[in-house]
């Protein structure tokens, strides 16, 4: 896995910029697992994902995370730090759909296709019994209420086959003392980080080239050092 240079950043925020969320994670492991097919990424196991947009926030802007959460009960804003290697202990490595069975149905792990199809259901419960319906393998003609009764069984089995599919933290609120599992989205948060300093990017090309005339290589093909110092010079 290699680190996103400059220009790489650039190039993803801007392919990134109008795409959906999902997309734009899968955007990002594409750059992770240059190794795989892209046809397969809307296929793989939501932890496969995860693993590797985690690695590569790790390798991009290091181990550390500072998680901004906003309490659900007083709407204090909390700082939570977080490090990827403590994030990935523990979590299996299979990157291949993983199967199961509950009440004689055969399911598999969710992959990023099935979140695109629920992405528009404003109903949680009712997007997760669809999840769940579209993972089932054996496809029941009608079975709405069955799959309702056994989504805590079948949530329980998907979260143990494939842990680092849904990451959740422990938090407690300092000022309302109230304590719930918040969800962390490591795509999210990586493509916040690439938009962020892309942004700062377009700034320093911006301000270097109306001062010097450089073009966006040029500029890039200078040491942080010394760009910082021209940036300097510049009033920046």
């Known amino acids: 896995m290699q680190v996103l240079g400059e220009a790489e950043i650039l190039a993803l925020w801007e392919r990134g910029l109008a795409r959906h969320p999902i997309d734009r ?12 097919p892209s046809s397969s990424f ?9 693993r590797a947009l985690l690695r590569l926030r790790e390798i991009c802007f290091g181990p550390r995370i500072i ?14 730090a977080l490090d990827t290697g403590q ?10 759909p993983a199967e199961f069975e509950v009440s004689s149905l055969r399911f598999r792990v969710p992959c990023s296709r099935d979140l695109a199809a629920v992405s528009g259901e404003l109903d949680i419960n009712a997007a997760a019994v669809k999840l769940l319906e579209r993972c089932c393998l054996d496809r029941p003609e009608k079975m709405d ?6 989504l805590a069984e079948a949530e329980a089995a998907m979260e143990n086959l494939d842990p680092a599919a849904e990451i959740n933290l422990s938090v407690s609120c300092e000022d ?18 690439i938009d962020v300093r892309a942004r700062a990017l ?10 010097y005339g450089w073009t966006e290589p040029e500029i890039f093909a200078l040491s942080p050092q010394r760009r910082a110092a021209y940036l300097d010079m510049v009033g920046v």
């Open 25 to 36: 994670g899968l955007l990002l492991y594409a750059w992770a697992r240059p190794d795989l």
């Open 87 to 96: 994030l990935l202990a523990g979590i299996n490595e299979v990157d291949t």
């Open 42 to 50: 809307p296929d793989l196991p939501l932890g496969a994902i995860n």
């Open 67 to 80: 998680a901004c959460i906003d309490c659900e009960h007083c709407g204090t804003r909390m700082e939570v």
């Open 145 to 150: 209420a069955g799959f309702a009764n056994i």
């Open 202 to 211: 377009i700034a320093e090309v911006h301000s270097l080239a109306q001062a």
């Open 176 to 193: 309302c003392g109230h304590s719930w599992l918040a969800d962390f989205n490591i795509g999210t948060l990586l493509w916040d980080e």
